[in-house]
């Protein structure tokens, strides 16, 4: 099942309980806005962030910290130029080797691995990720319910039940019967994006693309070479030529667009190499799988991307518990490359995997005299200090670090864990009910704060914020489940 479909489906289910229940009262629309009459920017971040949720709960995200901060700097570049601060973008690679991205409503961008390893340069990607914030900035998932809100809403609700009993009992053939009960054809037909919503995408991404920074014939590049790709049958093309169609004329016209604007010559920021082999270590199946592969690029002369490919032939030393190997290669890389915070963690890693302790920690601790509040290095660090006795300072570092940026519910984890290592079972508990909301639990969050609150010997600045907190959660819930601290 597509999950641009699956968007849509529980859209338009959650416009109906709204219309039908009286659920949500959302402020008057805009002047000159119809789809807002149908569904907010507030609605669309809400049906965003759940759906979001429920892809990190069934794991499917890369939570790799490099990863995720590098996909995050890019699309944030794009999104910059893209709108003056109406939405706020959350970018993310899933777990996926089918070539595709998906635009949520809200504001977040998935990008499929495959997509991310088949593309041949930065502004390829950027390109995806520019096509998929324009399907936000211009209002595509709202703009669709306005245009089909006449549609069955049992319809719908039915199609949306059979593709989550689908989901709960991980059966594809559960959904795609449910589906076809539900009459698909016809909401298929109200699904997709239309063509001229293609086209609007394509238009306004390719301008944001050279606005940022990056080559706008990477759009069409990259479009064409999925087009060349594909095979006489539709079932053989990416799965993104299936829900983002394109045909040579698309292709001619964005090019065509593309040459309007001149941004001189664009390189690939290192840290596009440095994800790629990063992700091609994390989805290949065994790490020789990924040694042999980094082998034979290194093997090929006319390969330009040398220091992702020896950083590549690192990490799967490394994977392969070949410590004394790997820690040699990110010396030499550390050495030519000394502002790469990659290779200062990949060097950490390898004395910790040698018993190297006292070694590894003076890396990390250098680095973050270097990169002070850098996100992946500091998350490394402070699992390093818990994993080797020192959960007091994990707590500390982590605690400076999410003070200053919004943090990610592993990360609140994170710092739950070295509180709770580190003796402090009142913020541990805290820490816990800001992880239970930021995957959306309200109950769970509001039992951490009164656990917190049973805590003897509370401060009253700590007994405040919890009680405040608490207060906050439980006007949240529905009255059914609240309960008294």
């Known amino acids: ?59 499917r995200i890369v939570l790799d910290p490099e990863i995720q901060e590098y996909i995050q700097d890019v699309g944030q570049k794009l999104a910059a130029q893209a709108q003056d601060g109406d939405f706020n973008f959350h970018f993310f690679v899933i777990d996926d080797p089918a070539i595709n991205a998906f635009a949520l409503p809200g504001g977040y961008i998935g990008v499929h691995s495959g997509l991310l390893l088949a593309t041949n340069n930065e502004s390829e990607l950027a390109g995806v990720l520019a096509h998929e914030i324009s399907h936000v900035t211009q209002r595509h998932i709202s703009r669709a319910v306005f245009a089909n809100q006449k549609a069955s809403i049992l319809t719908m609700a039915a199609m949306l039940g059979a593709i989550l009993l689908g989901a709960a009992t991980g059966s594809s053939d559960v959904i795609q019967g449910g589906i076809m009960a539900s009459q698909t054809m016809a909401a298929q037909q109200q699904i997709n994006f239309t063509r001229s919503n293609e086209y609007e995408a394509d238009r306004f991404g390719v301008g944001v693309l050279a606005a940022a920074g990056f ?23 990416p799965e993104f030529l299936r829900t983002h169609p394109v045909t040579i004329s698309r292709i001619a016209e964005t090019r065509s667009r593309a040459e309007d604007y001149s941004v001189g010559e664009v390189r690939d920021a290192v840290g596009y190499s440095l994800s790629r082999a990063r992700l091609r270590t994390l989805t290949s199946s065994t790490p020789e799988r990924a040694l042999e592969y980094f082998r034979a690029q290194a093997d090929d002369t006319g390969k330009t991307d040398n220091i992702g490919t020896q950083y590549g032939i690192a990490l799967a030393e490394l994977d392969l518990a070949q410590y004394d190997k790997a820690e040699k290669l990110f010396r030499e890389l550390l050495s030519a490359n000394e502002g790469v915070i990659h290779f200062h963690t990949g060097l950490a890693a390898a004395q910790l995997g040698g018993n190297k302790v006292d070694e590894a920690l003076a890396t990390y601790q250098r680095a973050m005299d270097l990169f002070p509040r850098n996100i992946p290095l500091t998350i490394r660090y402070s699992e390093a200090l ?95 489940e609240k309960r008294t601290h």
């Open 1 to 59: 099942m597509p999950l641009r479909n699956l968007i849509f489906a529980i859209t338009v289910l959650s416009l109906a309980t709204q219309q039908v229940f009286g659920a949500v009262n959302d402020d008057l629309p805009d002047i000159g806005s119809p789809s807002d009459s149908v569904l907010s920017k507030a609605r669309e971040a809400q049906i965003g962030r759940s759906m979001y949720r429920s892809l990190l709960s069934a794991e």
């Open 215 to 237: 080559d706008p014939m990477g759009m069409p590049a990259f479009f064409a070479t999925l087009a060349r790709k594909s095979g006489p049958m539709a079932s053989q093309a």
């Open 386 to 480: 818990l994993d080797y006795g020192q959960p007091g300072l994990a707590h500390t570092i982590l605690l400076d670090l999410l003070n200053q940026v919004p943090p990610t519910a592993p990360q609140v984890r994170l710092i739950a864990l070295a509180a709770s290592a580190a003796g402090d079972t009142a913020d541990a508990h805290y820490y816990m009910a800001e992880y239970h909301l930021l995957t959306g639990n309200l109950m769970m969050a509001a039992d951490q704060l009164r656990l917190a609150l049973s805590i003897p010997d509370l401060d009253n600045v700590q007994q405040a914020r919890f009680l405040s907190r608490l207060e906050q959660i439980q006007h949240w819930m529905p009255k059914t």
